[in-house]
């Protein structure tokens, strides 16, 4: 079973995104709320949006499984005020589950989170835990994405290593859930969003992670480190002599045991790198497709975030450890995804 | 000649960080200003410092010569104002250039800039274009340091590719000299120095030139994005595809004639990767030595910043592009070295 651990509903219908429009202008114009009632959208709608873009390629491509989250970019923390966050993730999380609901074998459900920057961050941190605890708990969700600059851009937060971010670790652990760690946009003009503050983003939570002992607090807490972890695995001498000069433990032991990357990086040389230099259990097939990149390219003449065909032809990966990075681990980070496979195998079985 | 593009003065006499820290202190507690004069440093000082740090690294590893420029975290634009950083800038400079001229066979220099952030960001750009022609002009220097975030850590600034930066790029271009585009330190809790916003800052500008027309402006112009282009080299395909996405033209064609990436990337994996991508015309040999990591790696016996030991073992490379790696490019790209390194053989002849 070949799973995407990193998939976001890029191509949900427009009503979604003039809904979010309304609700960021009336805030900003009189403070007003916008119900999430007025948003309408068909199943029909969103059957569509699905099968003619994610489900299409899933088939093209060989893959099986997507994890599904709303789009990164969009959750956009820093608008309006905690109430417009929250708001805001409960209409996205809602519209995943209802894909992952009409497509069970094809999507599993990743929520965002209601963060917000400034004086709401402690608070939006609590309502986050709540967030997760509803979508996991009522509605099948796996996992979360964790924005680690809730400021779009000008990362005015402290780290994720802070204790004000406990609360949700709390709940990931009880729930047993990961968080792929994923900035949303970015405002800031001199840090362009996917091809800066994205690659930003996973270095910076990469070196938080070094700095602290986080896990030493959360043994059992995982978190995914998206598009190849950034700069990370290419300059893997720097974070393993940085650990050294500072008496600190080595990264296998230091941050392996709970951290994850992914294999959103769109050439064949750079992912030889990744799995070459991350070991095979730390590393989960993704493509992010329908996402920041969807152009062919001339040399392969696969789309470039066609990860899948380029690892493919990576012919130094080992059988076994092809296994762990294209499902396996997956399904041992995400250990609610399993159940969510075997529930909906059951349904299917009691249907026929 | 093996040419290290990219070493700082580390390991500058403790006089100096001491003025730094009254001339910081002083103008946050009155606004008063300390005189440079106030900085004593013997010659027999500085040859210490260079000769049991630096230069003994170079003997042992078999490099020629470093381009040598202030401390890059050191130069901290955010404190104080305009006035601040261009004494500040002064004093560096000045040191650098005696360093120089104390080891002209070894050391060639490279200045810092007095740029300053917010709203003395324009006047700080004219002062850095008087510094530079007054390095350059005055004492031999051959390139500079150009900080992408004067904020130091929050990106409050435009992109490089802002005409703001117009003036300095005019003067680069009449002395033609390049810059090397280096962050300073980040004092944002969130994104740690050396091994974040450093590699942080190469990414961000990376995608800035990519979606600008500044090299159309400035046909001559040339950067050099140290620590092997942060995460550039490892998402080539990432840029490539996006490139393709806009409509742009490809990377060669936009960017290569003006943009080149130094090799402080500190294991052999990553280096494999940015001389197998990046086109050897355009890779710089550099080790930033002394600098962010200073271990030995037990794997290999080498420092970790021993690029020079990790380089030499990759087969891969061919002697033609070795040897415009380790210095040809260099010679190129800083074409006021040359001129300043048959200046010091004619000295030296003339001196016999």
């Known amino acids: 079973m070949i799973i995407d651990c990193h998939g976001h509903f890029t191509t949900a219908p427009p009503a979604l995104g003039k809904w979010r429009e309304r609700q960021i202008a009336a805030f900003e114009e009189s403070g007003a709320r916008v119900s999430p009632d007025e948003l309408r959208i068909h199943d029909d709608e969103l059957r569509d949006a699905i099968e003619q873009g994610q489900l299409k390629l899933q088939r093209e491509r060989g893959t099986d499984l997507t994890l599904f989250s709303p789009g990164a ?89 802070d204790r004000v971010y406990y609360p949700l670790y709390e709940k990931m652990v009880e729930l047993d859930v990961p968080a792929m760690v994923h900035v949303a946009m970015s405002r800031n003009d001199a840090v362009q969003g996917t091809c800066a503050h994205y690659l930003n983003g996973d270095t910076a939570v990469f070196m938080q992670l070094c700095e602290s002992d986080l896990f030493r607090d959360f043994p059992t807490l995982r978190l995914i480190l998206p598009h190849g972890g950034g700069a990370v695995p290419y300059h893997w001498g720097r974070y393993r002599g940085m650990m050294l000069d500072r008496g ?9 045991g709970n951290v994850f990357f992914d294999t959103c990086v769109y050439h064949r040389r750079g992912l030889e790198l990744l799995t070459d230099v991350i070991p095979a259990a730390n590393v989960l097939f993704a493509s992010e497709m329908i996402g920041a990149v969807r152009s062919v390219d001339p040399e392969t003449g696969h789309r470039f975030d066609d990860t899948l065909a380029q690892l493919d032809a990576i012919g130094s990966i080992t059988p076994e450890d092809r296994g762990a990075i294209y499902g396996g681990n997956a399904l041992r980070v995400f250990p609610r995804l399993r159940d969510r496979i075997n529930h909906h195998e059951q349904q299917r079985e009691a249907a026929r």
């Not at 600190?248 to 392996?256: M, N």
């Open 248 to 256: 600190r433990p080595p990264l296998e032991e230091a941050l392996l």
């Open 73 to 161: 970019g969009k959750m956009a923390h820093h608008y309006g005020d905690a109430e417009t966050s929250l708001v805001w993730s409960r209409v996205s999380n809602d519209l995943i589950a209802r894909v992952c609901d009409l497509f069970p074998d094809r999507f599993a459900p990743v929520c965002q989170l209601p963060q917000s920057p400034g004086a709401a961050l402690a608070g939006s941190v609590r309502a986050s835990a709540a967030e997760l605890e509803r979508c996991v708990g009522e509605l099948g969700f796996v996992g979360c994405l964790l924005n680690p600059d809730p400021s779009d851009g000008y990362w005015q937060a402290p780290p994720l290593t």
